[in-house]
């Protein structure tokens, strides 16, 4: 007799595409946080250093560093999403990252004008 227990439903396909698409992104995910939080905590500091007058050339090499380490995920990001199937390609999951990436080096890029010596402003 057939076991009921052991009775799947077929996967959706964009359930399948979904949880594609996830194991794309789900380790430049777990750490887009905490690079927002640390550009955030540049930009601040970086405005309060150059209105007190104070150095910004640590500020400066930290914001660099964070800025190679967002660059090297989101090349990261195109070539592992080069090959993939245009639909998981092109997934809510990998879009959403490719933005939260984008925003996230756009503030550091703003972060680095803020920073720059006052004869290069």
């Not at 690079?35 to 500020?59: D, F, N, S, V």
């Not at 245009?86 to 703003?110: K, Q, Y």
Request: no cysteine; proline share 5%.
């Amino acid at each position: 007799m057939f076991d009921e227990s052991k009775r799947r439903r077929a996967m959706r396909p964009e359930v399948r595409v979904s949880r594609q698409a996830l194991a794309v992104v789900q380790p430049i995910n777990r750490q887009i946080g905490q690079w927002q939080t640390a550009t955030i905590r540049l930009m601040a500091l970086g405005r309060k250093a150059r209105l007190t007058g104070r150095p910004t050339e640590a500020l400066r090499r930290e914001t660099l560093v964070l800025s190679a380490l967002v660059k090297e995920h989101e090349a990261e990001l195109r070539a592992r999403t080069r090959d993939l199937p245009p639909a998981v390609a092109n997934s809510g999951r990998i879009r959403d990252t490719r933005m939260a990436l984008d925003s996230v080096s756009r503030s550091l890029e703003a972060t680095l004008q803020t920073l720059a010596p006052l004869d290069e402003a």
